[in-house]
């Protein structure tokens, strides 16, 4: 029996000139097979244990998934070694001991501008802080302490509560230097008062220093001082009576102003963070 004949009525194949070819499922060619079951959405309520903990300040990534296999990680009381385990926000995560807090730690700087208030809420409908600083994250980001509306210069927010709570703890000092600008010139023996201390409420407060701003009117100083108290360095010229016109932060806690324009903000760096972690 011929090739014809086996291929019964059909024509030869192709490689003997005829029309007839198998079907071939090489290079690409097979049929696409459809997915019978759709792929489930992720669920927006549960969050991957390793990030969980990243978010938390404690850890990258990485060195949490080996503390997670170590087993120094609980979920609700529960030790959890398992890679990828999901957690949800509501569930108590601890490390350590210490619970901790997923939402991922964010601090801007602004450098303020005049008119606008630093309190949390504004019943008169006034400028607040808050609105500079709107785009900067989705998080709920606070003013580490407070200005005063006329006040100008560098005003940290994060919504990293342990870092606020020393930076305004009395004990740490933090280095402030301001630009004040007087109702008059401050006369040589106020300035060397200053320098050697004043007592307001009953409580001494010194200054690092204190000097004339070069090439400016002797009512204009710099004033460096470590207190934490709110509007000190107001009230320090208050109680000498002088009226303070101006006052502008250009450091504070080892941040500048340098590259930061009036009522623009910033990120702070990698290395910044590091540095304010330090304080304790």
């Known amino acids: 029996m011929g090739r014809s004949d086996s291929n019964k009525d059909k024509k030869a194949s192709g490689r003997q000139g005829g029309t007839y070819r198998k079907k071939s499922y090489a290079r690409g060619n097979a049929p696409i097979k459809k997915r019978t079951e759709p792929q ?3 669920d927006p309520n549960l969050i991957r244990l390793n990030k969980y903990v990243a978010n938390s300040g404690v850890c990258s ?3 949490a998934d080996i503390y997670i296999a170590a087993g120094n990680i609980t979920v609700n009381g529960k030790p959890i070694t398992e890679m990828g385990y999901k957690v949800k926000k509501t569930d108590v995560v601890k490390f350590d001991g210490r619970v901790l807090n997923p939402e991922k730690k964010e601090y ?3 450098n303020k501008p005049k008119d606008f208030s630093t309190t949390i809420r504004d019943d008169k409908g006034k400028r607040n802080v808050n609105g500079l600083i709107s785009n900067a994250s989705k998080a709920t980001l606070l003013p580490v302490d407070k200005m005063g509306k006329e006040a100008t210069g560098l005003l940290l927010f994060t919504n990293d509560g342990d870092l606020t709570k020393r930076l305004k703890s009395p004990k740490n000092g933090l280095r402030k230097i301001y630009h004040v600008v007087l109702n008059r ?9 200053i320098q050697e201390g004043v007592v ?3 409580k001494p407060v010194r200054v690092q220093d204190i000097s004339f701003i070069d090439d400016a009117p002797k009512r204009e100083v710099g004033v460096e001082i470590f207190s934490s108290k709110n509007k000190i360095v107001e009230r320090i010229f208050e109680h000498l009576e002088y009226e303070v016109v101006k006052i502008d932060r250009v450091a504070y806690a080892g941040l500048t102003k340098k590259d930061l324009p009036r009522g623009h903000w910033r990120y702070l760096t990698e290395q910044e963070v590091i540095n304010l972690g330090m304080i304790r």
Do not use: C, Q, Y
């Open 40 to 42: 489930k959405p992720s």
């Open 61 to 63: 990534r990485r060195d």
């Open 108 to 110: 801007v700087l602004l």
């Open 185 to 193: 010139d401050l006369r040589s023996a106020d300035l060397k008062k």
């Open 200 to 202: 307001i409420d009953e």
